[in-house]
């Protein structure tokens, strides 16, 4: 099968034109920009001509990258509906060009001149995507598919009578636990990210995109080492924590790439061993490091990382290469009355493994609920469908999410009332927070477990202790049992069960992004002040012969070397947030200063004296601040 792979390259650029299940006339994709008008809460969409530069561009993009692949899926998958008798017509592939920032799965628009269409699937793009360079990690070569994913994923096997509940109140990321659904849907779309990644039919562009992958392969050990140090060295301004809203999603993005290829997911995240509990949540979320100790399986099934693993490792496995029996395919054809022929002439094998997940799907997965987990419906499904490919598909469920057994246990969610939480894991300060903290005791690591007010850590511990070394546990009274919990501690545990109605209550965060930028520039000047302080220390009692000082001359001086503090700390910022090393950029400016003062004070020793170690000073605080 591993031979085979490298072919699939070589092989995608033909599947359009030579694949008989569908007519060229229903094969369409339709280009969308809004109006700006909302019509019975359904936004307006107009149809881009075909004669401007920006369908040109956007067909570009489909028409010629793996996009095209995951689109002759979609259609694949609605032919499938309709022959279930579940749908009527084959609709087009609607793209929108907007400026929501991302990308997004959507259903239901009014198109301008036709009218609502309150089913109907569309991808939102922001419309740079489509313009910007296609050969980078996360182009619209991947972003495309990877929200494609999502719309397929929802048309096999939503189910409107069951309504989709969450509990997690972490915004989802490639390592962060949040739960079954979320980690399933978003697991899912991600390792087609991967299939677009690596077998992207246009050489040049895949190439580029394995180039981009070594640049932020290059750029992230000082990443990840400069934010290690933001939390665990002391007297740090933050500097990472600062910017992680401009370098986070190109190390997600590298993890979703990596850690689905070598299984590094599978393991739990680095964690500090002191700090606030929030610190210590915001930290272990970032996924900067993987341990040793592997996810128990409540947890890699509430990853989706994991899911992500799991679907990539099929890819590599011999199931694409198992094909059915021909009347299988028949459910794919647009012609039900012809014969299906040979299947390996219809279908690639990728193809092939796509449509036997269809099936598996759409007949035992539930978008909006489970009773167990989307990934174990799945799983179960898989083995009923195809009986014979049971141990394969076991063997590399095992692998990514452990243990053999099937056995989960059941969800037991906390709410922490009170707790400001961080919403975003890129997010170090805080700009964006719930009052609330939620989390399943059978998923909780020590972070979640010192949310709980009046819970010590060693409390903590204990209760984890006795997960480990028992099993997991069947409700929140036996956990407020475990022997060693003071009093106090586990009134507080069960004082921690969930509120429903109080969840229930709690208004939607807003993603603010001008406050994602101006909150680290507010909390680096707030740490910065007592630095301050001890520059005008320095500066005003460094031994010397000196005139008595008049308060305009204290208060020009303490001036000065206030703004020139800022603009050390201006220069460490925008060191921190260029490509390369960002001490190759911040000591020539501290040089270029260095110089500046020894010109301008140079018939003044004592001023000359002074004004080199505060500056000298106030480069090692930068540069500490860096490392």
């Known amino acids: 099968m591993k031979a085979l792979l490298p072919c699939l390259a070589f092989l995608l650029p033909l599947l359009a034109s030579s694949q008989p299940t569908l007519p060229d006339s229903l094969r369409r994709i339709v280009i969308l920009r809004p109006t700006g008008e909302t019509i019975d809460g359904l936004p307006e969409m107009a149809i881009v001509p075909d004669t401007s530069l920006l369908y040109r561009k956007a067909r570009q993009a489909v028409g010629h990258t793996f996009a095209r692949e995951i689109v002759e899926l ?27 920032q991302g990308g ?98 246009n050489d040049s562009i895949r190439a580029e995109i394995m180039a981009d992958i070594r640049k932020v392969q290059e750029k ?19 500097y990472y924590k600062a910017t992680m809203v401009l370098w986070y999603q190109q190390l997600e993005d590298l993890k979703r790439y990596e850690q689905a290829i070598d299984g590094m997911v599978r393991f739990k995240n680095i964690s500090l061993e002191k700090g606030s509990a929030e610190d210590r949540l915001t930290f272990r979320n970032s996924g ?11 947890q890699a099934l509430a990853t989706e990382g994991a899911v992500s693993l799991f679907f990539t490792r099929l890819f590599d496995s011999r199931l694409p290469g198992i094909y059915r029996e021909p009347s299988f395919y028949r459910q794919f054809l647009y012609d039900t009355t012809r014969q299906a022929g040979n299947p390996e002439e219809l279908f690639s094998p990728w193809q092939n493994l796509y449509l036997k997940e269809f099936v598996v799907l759409h007949d035992f997965v539930t978008f909006e609920h489970s009773n167990s987990a989307q990934a174990l419906d799945f799983l179960e499904g898989y083995c009923q469908s195809f009986p014979d490919e049971k141990e394969a598909i076991e063997q590399i469920f095992q692998a990514a999410f452990g243990e053999s057994h099937r056995y989960l246990p059941p969800e037991i969610w906390l709410l922490v009332k009170g707790h400001e939480h961080r919403l975003l894991a890129l997010d170090a300060f805080g700009a964006i927070t719930v009052p609330v903290y939620t989390f399943d005791i059978n998923r909780a690591e020590l972070e979640d477990l010192l949310t709980v007010p009046g819970l010590s850590e060693e409390e903590a511990r204990t209760i984890l202790k006795r997960r480990w070394e028992n099993g997991f546990f069947n409700s929140l009274e036996e956990a407020g049992a475990v022997e060693g919990l003071s009093p106090e501690g586990r009134k507080a545990l069960l004082a921690s069960a969930f509120d429903e109605e109080y969840f229930e209550s709690l208004p939607e965060p807003e993603l ?41 001359a204290i208060t020009r001086r303490a001036l000065g070397y206030g703004l020139l503090w800022l603009l050390f700390i201006t220069a460490g910022l925008g060191a921190a947030v260029v490509s390369s090393g960002p001490l190759a950029w911040f000591l020539p400016f501290l040089a270029v200063v260095l110089i500046m003062a020894a010109l301008i004070f140079r018939k003044r020793p004592l001023r000359l004296k002074r004004s080199l170690v505060v500056i000298g000073v106030m480069g090692l605080l930068i540069t500490y601040n860096l490392l």
């Not at 694949?76 to 929108?96: F, H, S, W």
């Not at 603010?512 to 302080?533: C, H, S």
Request: hydrophobic letters at 35%; glycine letters at 6%; aromatic letters at 14%.
């Open 74 to 100: 979609y259609f694949l998958a609605q032919v499938y509906l309709r022959n279930k008798g579940e749908r009527e017509t084959i609709e087009p592939a609607y793209l929108a060009l907007t400026q929501n």
């Open 104 to 201: 997004y799965a959507r259903f239901g628009f009014h198109l301008q001149d036709v009218g609502a269409m309150p089913q109907t699937p569309y991808v939102d793009i922001v419309e740079k995507t489509v313009e910007a360079p296609l050969g980078r990690l996360m182009s619209f070569t991947q972003l495309y598919p990877h929200e494609m994913g999502h719309v397929i994923y929802r048309l096999l096997s939503s189910d409107s009578t069951r309504e989709q509940t969450s509990r997690c109140v972490d915004m989802h990321y490639f390592s962060v636990m949040t739960d079954y659904g979320t980690a399933f849907n978003e697991g899912y779309a991600e390792h087609i990210e991967n299939a677009a990644r690596r077998y992207e039919p």
């Open 220 to 238: 992230q050990p000082r990443w990840k080492r400069g934010f290690e140090h933001d939390f665990r060295w002391p007297l740090r301004l933050g």
């Open 288 to 298: 900067l490091y993987p341990t040793s100790e592997p996810r128990n399986r409540p």
């Open 512 to 552: 603010d992004i001008t406050a994602l930028i101006t909150t680290p520039v507010k909390r680096l000047l707030l740490y910065a002040l007592p630095y301050l302080a001890l520059i005008w220390l320095l500066a005003f009692t460094l031994p010397g012969k000196e005139k008595r000082l008049s308060a305009k």
